[in-house]
Antibody, heavy 121, light 107 residues
Framework: QAQLLQSGAEVKKPGASVKVSCKAS????????MHWVRQAPGQGLEWMGW????????NYAQKFQGRVTMTRDTSISTGYMELSSLRSDDTAVYYC??????????????WGQGTLVTVSS | DIQMTQSPSTLSASVGDRVTITCRAS??????LAWYQQKPGKPPKLLIY???SLQSGVPSRFSGSGSGTEYTLTISSLQPDDFATYYC?????????FGGGTKVEIK
């Protein structure tokens, strides 16, 4: 059974950066693209981007270009999402998700438990 | 970006009711559509992919249909565990985009 285990909640000040980790187990980490999706309190789902764990190639949503960096460490089957220049409207639950297919596009069959990032002065 | 519009935004129903949620895309998405169920404090759960394929382990009372720009999620007989928020998602092209959600409440 595939599983994605994320790092714990974070509280950050405006202007700071946050790095969320996502450890994969139960499947071949390098065989599926890892996406990141966020959800502001009481709001809908927003796609942030993906990383191909096999080669490290990334694709970011235009909204986050220049502020987000997705990386991976294949030796420990872990993906990372770093968001910089945090603002109050970045307060959200951040999810790592596994793409069901082996391509970059697809539905998301496994989700991490979510990491709440709170941005507050 | 492809815009996804769900309706209704809120739906009140009783156990045993047949429930239908609609998702409209701003352009054709060629059945590259998924449906998710989300309960408070939990991540979304995949129910349906490629418009009508049932994800493993999902009860058969859930079904998806549609084509082109209009898709529906149907729950044939609403169960107590089904009260939740439902989202559609297109993955025909980047960026993948989600509908605004439909909250299914107890009537």
């Amino acid at each position: 059974q595939a599983q994605l285990l994320q790092s714990g909640a974070e509280v950050k000040k405006p202007g700071a950066s946050v790095k969320v980790s996502c450890k994969a187990s139960g499947y071949t980490f390098t065989g599926h693209y890892m996406h990141w999706v966020r959800q502001a309190p009481g709001q809908g789902l927003e796609w942030m981007g993906w990383i191909n764990p096999n080669n490290g190639i990334t694709n970011y949503a235009q909204k986050f270009q220049g502020r987000v960096t997705m990386t991976r460490d294949t030796s420990i089957s872990t993906g990372y999402m770093e968001l910089s220049s945090l603002r109050s409207d970045d307060t959200a639950v951040y999810y790592c998700v596994n793409c069901r297919t082996t391509s970059s596009s697809g539905s998301f069959d496994y989700w991490g438990q979510g990491t709440l990032v709170t941005v507050s002065s | 970006d492809i815009q996804m519009t769900q309706s209704p935004s809120t739906l009140s129903a009783s156990v045993g009711d047949r429930v239908t949620i609609t998702c409209r895309a701003s352009q054709s998405i060629s059945d590259w559509l998924a449906w998710y169920q989300q309960k408070p404090g939990k991540p979304p759960k995949l129910l349906i992919y490629t418009a009508s394929s049932l994800q493993s382990g999902v009860p058969s009372r859930f079904s998806g249909s549609g084509s082109g720009t209009e898709y529906t999620l149907t729950i044939s007989s609403l169960q107590p565990d089904d009260f939740a928020t439902y989202y559609c998602q297109q993955y025909n092209e980047d960026p993948p985009t989600f509908g605004g959600g439909t909250k299914v409440e107890i009537k």
